[in-house]
């Protein structure tokens, strides 16, 4: 059973960081792409950073609203992912989950809350 696992979310204030994490655990194949989402109360869930390959390349895209302050990174040999957020404010405040792709399944994880105060 594949799981996936959030941490690193928490209180901070408007301007500081966090470092997410998303460990991926038990997946048969390897994952191909992993993104970063984030659901605002009372707004939609938003599509803010992916992490894939072209061949042994990785390519990274962003939504706007995060381009420039947020950073994925991932180490595939333990199947993680990381979301490094600089700069916050206090819109970024919501719940952070990860997807995790395989090429065939995807599998997301149940997210990690953060809460950026002004």
């Known amino acids: 059973q594949v799981q996936l696992v959030e941490s690193g979310g928490g209180l901070v204030q408007a301007g500081g960081s966090l470092r997410l994490s998303c460990v991926v655990s038990g997946s048969p194949r390897s994952i191909n792409v992993m993104r970063w989402f984030r659901q605002a109360p009372g707004k939609e869930r938003e599509q803010i950073a992916t992490i894939g390959a072209y061949g042994t390349t990785d390519y990274t895209d962003y939504a706007s609203s995060v381009k420039g302050r947020f950073t994925i990174s991932r180490d595939k040999s333990k199947n993680t992912a990381f979301l490094q957020m600089n700069s916050l404010k206090p819109e970024d405040t919501g719940v952070y989950s990860c997807?995790?792709?395989?090429?065939?399944?995807?599998?997301w994880g149940y997210g990690t809350q953060v809460t950026v105060s002004s």
């Open positions: 997807k995790a792709e395989d090429g065939v399944f995807v599998h």
